[in-house]
């Protein structure tokens, strides 16, 4: 069975960067978009990032211009470079593979932002 393995996450100081990496344990056929999750403690999940197949990107309005997302599709791997962190931005990350049969989460990685 496919798994996504992530790393990446940590604790840094706000304005720093951290980058994340999610990437499949085996071949995902058929994946229509991969994107990031993220949850805080006592707050709703909510979709970060995401890029289709095709290249197309979205980004939530609270990490516009900060966040990047990318992906290698050789590899089945998405990445996600946060640049310019806040507070704010500490939660659990998880990526997501959206594939044709299949939905794939990763098990999350933690990134904490200290003020």
């Known amino acids: 069975q496919v798994q996504l393995v992530e790393s990446g996450g940590g604790l840094v100081q706000a304005g720093g960067s951290l980058r994340l990496s999610c990437a499949a344990s085996?071949?995902?056929?058929?994946?229509?978009?991969m994107g990031w999750y993220r949850q805080a403690p006592g707050k709703q999940r909510e979709l970060v990032a995401q890029?289709?197949?095709?290249?197309?990107?979205y980004y939530a309005d609270s990490v516009k211009d900060r966040f990047t997302i990318s992906r290698d599709n050789a590899k089945n791997a998405v990445y996600l470079r946060m640049n310019s962190l806040k507070p704010e931005d500490t939660a659990v990350y998880r990526c997501?593979?959206?594939?044709?049969?299949?939905?794939?989460w990763g098990q999350g990685t933690q990134v904490t932002v200290s003020s």
């Open positions: 997501r593979v959206v594939a044709r049969n299949h939905d794939y």
């Open positions: 890029i289709t197949t095709g290249g197309n990107t």
């Open positions: 085996g071949s995902i056929f058929s994946i229509n978009a």
